[in-house]
């Protein structure tokens, strides 16, 4: 290829096309120079429209009940997927990773959040969590949502927990004998989290460490979906080159 030649555009498919998600997807991978919207998929319309249309990638921003059936039937097309769709379960991911050994060459992606701050809130909540007694998390949304806590709270909450644990960190300390109202949240991995659900949030997450006369706060905002463009773009550019499963974007950052 000389220096004036453009490589091939990758054609995508966007599942859940309009969607709020979907919709900010499809523009996003209009705008690209390297990408080609070859598809737009709704509820109700015929998975066919992607193959005839020769996609390569398909972006699934739908519902949960939904994603799995989709991400099966790529799969077994031979086309790469990038998730966004939450709701995943241990359950569900093992049937992705049954259906991709009979397609090696499949690579599939889905990841809880890809705005790159939140991703990274991650990151550094796992390192933090290393050094801090008390660990909590709280996760703001608009009061659309579906499930709760949010994907990016249960990996944030995993996170922490393999950070402690590195650590030799044991329980985080709370005395609370009686919460008849279930005021401390939920339990993930051994970590408090709090759903908060408000018009006018977008997707918001604080992730909180207290030690001995201090307090560490680590707070990641999306105020619009065009913060999870980035993203999304970087996962459907890199899934054809990492063939099986991938849960999580930082799988594809080079977070040392
Ligand atoms: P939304 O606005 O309700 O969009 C979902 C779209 O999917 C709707 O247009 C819906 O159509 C369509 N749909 C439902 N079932 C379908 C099917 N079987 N085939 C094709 N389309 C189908 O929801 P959203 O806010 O875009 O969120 C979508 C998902 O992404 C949710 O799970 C959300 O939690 C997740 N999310 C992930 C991230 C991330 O960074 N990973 C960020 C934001 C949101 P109808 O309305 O006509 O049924």
Redo the contacts with the bound molecule.
Sequence with gaps: MTASESPTPIRVGV??????????TCCAVEEASDLDLVAR?????D?QAVLDARAQVIV????????L??VLWAIEHGIHAV?????WTDEKLDQVRAALEQSPTVGVLI?????IG?VLTMRFAEIAARYYESAEIIEMH?P????AP???AAHTAAAIARGRAEAGLGAVPDATASDPHGARGAVIDGIHVHAVRQQGLV?HEVVQFGGAGEQLQLRHD?FD?AS?MP??LLGVREVASRPGLTVGLDQYMDLG
């Design positions: 599942i859940g096309a309009a969607g709020r998600m979907g919709s900010q998929i709704g509820d109700g319309d998975l699934d921003f739908t519902v949960p009940d939904a994603s059936g989709t998730v966004g769709t939450t709701g990841a809880p959040n890809f705005a939140a608009h659309r949502k579906l499930d949010s994907g990016t997707a999306s979906r999870f993203g999304v």
